[in-house]
């Protein structure tokens, strides 16, 4: 009998769900597992999570807090904690090179230079006792060999770029003396300073008020179209990835459960806890919109993960075969694809 391909034998090209294969992705991700060792034991915070990003794609990333989407970010940047998180398993290939197999000083090239990040919550990204213009130089000669005058310069361009008024006045100031808005602007300028071809935006609009939320996307989709640059947006804004997403990729406790073109995903959700998320949005052309419904219970503890399909104890549709087994993501319509046994009466519902 012929033995079933490893993680790493599989090519970049061979998705989970058995999608056709296409061009070379940007970014290939396959069957990516990380764990954590804690004073309770270990568990894992990723299953087997398999998704590609092709050049110049805005991909969304939803799911309830505590689903994966920020260690999936940092795991990809190799960034996990090492005295607690690590990659246990799979392969992140970035322009066909795998990041999982290179040394430390190979991975911080590629940090800033071809991968940008965007940090959730800029207060603590940013030194507090540096200025911006001091941490911004600081990256550019890093990266790009930069001497201190041509360092400033391209700072005060970036920041420019992002729309803070008085580039230069701002370069001489500490995080702690810029509004949200600017500090979270001086994090996008950071991120793009070496002109990355894949940037990591984790809740880039936290916190910050819808004004300032609608500036901060006109300014990514702006960096999109000038620099062409692939994105992955983390959100629980399901209205920001309406907005802005080509594809979304829907996870629920450490594993993707849709997968799907962002009109189609919201027109046709296919998983029950997709299909949760979306009825928890208000209508707001409704005068008298009614109660909103709610996903009874919360995500499962990664100590007490349930058997089988881990949203099973909190899904209408759930079955005893859904308490046996983990399901796969399945085609559910073209370019769509969905982890659910019930599949057939989750569409019809």
Do not use: W
């Amino acid at each position: 009998m012929a033995r079933e391909p490893s993680s790493r034998e599989r090519s970049a090209t061979d998705l989970p769900d058995g999608s056709a294969p296409g061009p070379v992705p940007l970014l290939s991700v396959r069957n990516l597992r990380v764990t954590f060792r804690t004073t309770r034991g270990h568990f894992d915070a990723l299953h087997d999570v398999s998704f590609d990003i092709a050049g110049g794609q805005v991909l969304g990333v939803v799911g309830e807090s505590g689903s994966g989407k920020s260690v999936m970010a940092l795991a990809l940047m190799r960034l996990l904690p090492d005295d607690a998180g690590r990659i246990s398993g799979g392969r992140i290939a970035f322009r066909g090179r795998d990041l999982t197999s290179i040394d430390e000083a190979a991975m911080r090239a590629v940090r800033g230079r071809e991968i940008g990040m965007i940090f959730q919550d800029p207060t603590t990204s940013l030194n507090p006792i540096l200025t911006v213009g001091h941490q911004m130089r600081e990256g550019l000669r890093l990266h790009l060999g930069l001497g201190r005058v041509a360092a400033g310069r391209r700072a005060e361009e970036l920041l420019g770029l992002v729309r803070i008024p008085s580039p230069r006045t701002a370069m001489g100031r500490y995080p702690h003396e810029l509004s949200g808005g600017m500090r979270q602007r001086v994090m996008i300028a950071m991120a793009i300073a070496c002109d990355p071809t894949l940037l990591i935006a984790d809740e880039p609009t936290t916190a910050l008020d819808v004004t300032t939320q609608a500036g901060i996307l006109d300014l990514l989709r702006d960096l999109r179209r000038q620099l062409g640059t692939a994105i992955m947006l983390i959100t629980h804004d399901l209205g920001v990835v309406a907005e802005f997403a080509d594809e979304v990729q829907v996870m629920y406790a450490g594993r993707i459960v849709e997968r799907a073109p962002v009109r189609r995903l919201f027109a046709h959700p296919a998983h029950p806890y997709t299909q949760g998320l979306l009825h928890s949005m208000p209508a707001l052309e409704e005068e008298d919109p009614p109660v909103l419904p709610a996903i009874p219970g919360m995500v499962a503890s990664p100590f007490a993960m349930p058997d089988g399909c881990p949203f099973h104890p909190r899904c209408a549709l759930a079955a005893d075969a859904c308490r046996d087994a983990v399901p796969p993501l399945r085609p559910a319509a073209p370019g769509q694809s969905a982890a659910c046994l019930r599949l057939e009466a989750a569409m019809a519902a």
